[in-house]
């Protein structure tokens, strides 16, 4: 149901003030004294006098007080339409007292007194409009214009100018009825330019005021005798409702001055325009059916008319156009959007069914969602998941609910599928319940990988335990089989005993360097770093052959441990090169959400590091001891410890060492996230 307060002056009837209230009680007491026909009686002229004085003098002090609440053009304008009714009320009274009503002073202030109102209407600010709102403004203050000269030419002015001489009008009535006229016009127009809320309230009540004061302007000249000025009747109660009306045109600007509204930024039509429109139309049909004899003006009233409603129309359907272009471009982009999100987003019906699926969720789960039933959608659902599913379901109006589910993909994995479950069954426009949320099977595995790698924290700790003991005892034993090495009186069948013995404390001072290097090793500064130029420092006096590149490669990690990965690759290639020189590739990588996956990386683009031989053999032992170090059981060779140095810096800077089949043999693979300038 409309509210109804909204088109009174007063609002509501909690808003109503004293005044208010007042006024409506006098308007009451009016009408039920022309009802009741007392102008009979003989206080009914004292009476009708004290209810215009008490109505006219209301107005003009609403008038002034909404001057007081307006700001600017606003404030201007109503203090000359004030002035301008004080005048005119100023003028009615003495014109009621006087002897001589025919004096010339009277129709000189009631034509000062429409033009201070004019002019007060004139005032109030215009509304900044561009394009198709200034073009809709313009064609409906046209047909305001043409509406109102159809319907008071041949309601008002027409049939006065033909019965002057009939009647023998005066001259004030002449003022009158083409001022009044003029006004309506001049009313209807600013209601559709100004830029205020309260002027266009105000001006729509003063329209409504202006027309009402032509009806005793009519009924003065058009009566077959004297006019009747009886108390009470059609011409005083005109008068009094017209002044009613003004008092209610400022009691409505008022009351929207208070409430600050925002200055109108586009173009209303409201039903002024439509009023106008109906009114000629309305005429028109009455003269042609009584047999009007202005044709031509007929004519003319009639195809301007239809010419402004065509270009109404026009403007109207263009709007019409670019609103419907500028719904499909935004429909476009979401559906966009919406394709190339991560999200997975759902509708399910009441039943459980799919009523919608986006994009993401069809390469997750399928492109045959929506046409299976709700029961073969919960058995995509993990066994253990399904009952949890089930209840979330089931909490109808429970608002937003978290929910993680093992959800079966395409390729019958489980994936794990995080987000929220909300109700919007009672909600017309979507009729279900939404599901949204992403898949995070990639953390999960990530998180699973860390957990692996917690055995290479625990070497950190044990390297830094015992390298510095073991360093020592290796020390002396390597002393001492130098001295005996050097003895000419250790026999001959003892010095390949001697020979072992060094050759093993050798390797085993390699593998106590490589424990002191993992126990050691501390992060330093990160920063943008050139992996060629980085690369071919590292490999300077190695028998590498390192291919030139024109690809900018950067990294972001800090140079200590960049160093390690580096030179634990690049020394483990040049030990098992053999005299032969091993090549050394530099490109960049996109990974992909699969190959991703299978690295436990990221899917990015990466910096790749590629080291092989153009033989089958030589880095073939590299390769296996990259699998013994990262398998269950291992045995820790010096080479095995520098790439499980070199994994474990890698793996802490984003990126892995993997194996990777060559047509000439194979190749160990750095691959590194790539970083930009």
């Known amino acids: 149901m409309p509210d109804v307060s909204s088109y009174l002056p007063w609002g509501a009837p909690r808003e109503m003030r004293r005044d208010d209230r007042v006024m409506v009680a006098i308007a009451g007491a009016a009408a039920l004294c022309a009802v009741l026909d007392i102008a009979r009686f003989g206080f009914a002229s004292a009476l009708d006098y004290v209810v215009y004085l008490a109505i006219g003098s209301a107005a003009v002090a609403q008038a002034a007080r909404a001057a007081r609440a307006a700001t600017g053009a606003s404030r201007r304008a109503w203090m000359l339409i004030a002035a301008g009714f004080g005048l005119r009320l100023v003028g009615g009274l003495a014109w009621s007292w006087a002897a001589d009503r025919e004096r010339p002073i009277f129709p000189a202030l009631g034509l000062t007194a429409l033009a201070v109102v004019g002019a007060g209407l004139v005032a109030f600010p215009r509304a900044r409009l561009a394009g198709r709102d200034a073009r809709r403004a313009w064609l409906d203050m046209a047909t305001v214009i043409v509406g109102s000269a159809l319907v008071v030419w041949f309601l008002s002015l027409g049939p006065y100018l033909r019965a002057i001489g009939e009647t023998g009008a005066r001259f004030d009535s002449d003022l009158y009825t083409f001022a009044h006229s003029v006004l309506i016009m001049v009313t209807g127009v600013v209601a559709l330019r100004t830029s205020s809320v309260a002027s266009r309230l105000a001006a729509s009540w003063l329209l409504t005021s202006f027309v009402v004061r032509l009806v005793p302007d009519l009924l003065l000249w058009f009566s077959p005798g004297e006019p009747d000025l009886a108390p009470f009747h059609t011409i005083a109660i005109s008068w009094d409702l017209s002044w009613w009306l003004v008092w209610a045109a400022a009691r409505a600007a008022e009351r929207a001055e208070a ?59 263009d709007e019409r156009d670019e609103l419907v272009a500028r719904v499909t471009r935004e429909g476009e982009r979401f559906r966009a959007l919406l394709l190339h999100a991560y999200d997975a987003v759902a509708i399910l019906g009441r039943d459980g069914s799919a009523l919608f699926v986006s994009p993401a969720t069809e390469r997750l789960f399928g492109a045959e969602l929506t046409r299976r039933p709700a029961d073969q959608l919960l058995e995509l659902v993990h066994p253990e998941d399904r009952p949890r599913a089930r209840r979330a379901f089931a909490r109808q109006g429970a ?15 489980y994936r794990t599928f995080e987000g929220h479950l909300h109700d919007q069954r009672d ?9 949204h949320g992403i898949d995070r099977s990639r953390e999960d595995r990530l998180a699973e990988g860390l957990e ?59 593998l106590t360097a490589g424990l002191l290097t993992l126990s050691r090793r501390k992060e330093g500064a990160a920063g943008l770093i050139a992996v060629p130029e980085f690369v071919a420092a590292r490999a300077e006096g190695l028998p590498l052959d390192i291919a030139p590149t024109e690809t900018p490669l950067h990294v972001w990690a800090a140079a200590e441990a960049l160093t390690q990965v580096v030179d634990a690759v690049l020394e483990v290639a040049a030990q098992e090169a053999r005299g032969r020189p091993i090549g050394v590739r530099l490109d960049e990588r996109d990974l992909e959400d699969a190959e991703a996956d299978a690295m436990l990386l990221e899917p ?5 590091v590629s ?9 073939e032992s590299v390769m296996e001891a990259v699998r013994t170090v990262t398998g269950d059981e291992w045995d820790l060779a010096p080479g095995d410890l520098a790439l499980l140095i070199a994994l474990a810096a890698c793996r802490e800077l984003g990126g892995t060492l993997v194996r990777e089949r060559h047509r000439d ?7 590194l996230p790539a970083a930009y300038q």
Do not use: C, K, M, W
């Open 259 to 317: 409430r600050a509204p925002a200055p109108i930024a586009r173009h209303e039509s409201g039903s002024i325009p439509l009023a106008f429109l109906l009114g000629a139309l309305l005429v028109l049909v009455v003269q042609l059916v009584h047999g009007g004899t202005e044709v031509a003006l007929l004519a003319i009233g009639s195809a301007t008319l239809t010419v402004l409603l065509v270009a109404r129309q026009g403007v109207e359907l």
């Open 611 to 619: 080291v092989g031989t153009g033989a089958a053999a030589g880095i």
């Open 452 to 510: 692996a790698t917690q055995p290479l924290e625990a070497l950190g700790i044990l390297a830094g335990g015992l390298a510095h003991d073991v360093n020592n005892i290796l020390t002396v034993v390597a002393s001492h089989a130098e001295l005996l090495g050097d003895d000419a009186h250790v026999p001959a069948a003892s010095r390949a005993d001697v020979t072992a013995i060094a050759a093993a404390s050798d390797r085993a001072r390699l």
């Open 665 to 671: 043999g194979h190749r160990l693979v750095l691959l």
């Open 604 to 608: 990015r683009r990466y910096v790749a």
């Open 427 to 435: 909600d017309p426009r979507i009729a279900g319940v939404v599901l």
């Open 399 to 413: 608002g937003l609910q978290a929910l993680r589910l093992r959800i079966r993909d395409v390729r019958g994995q």
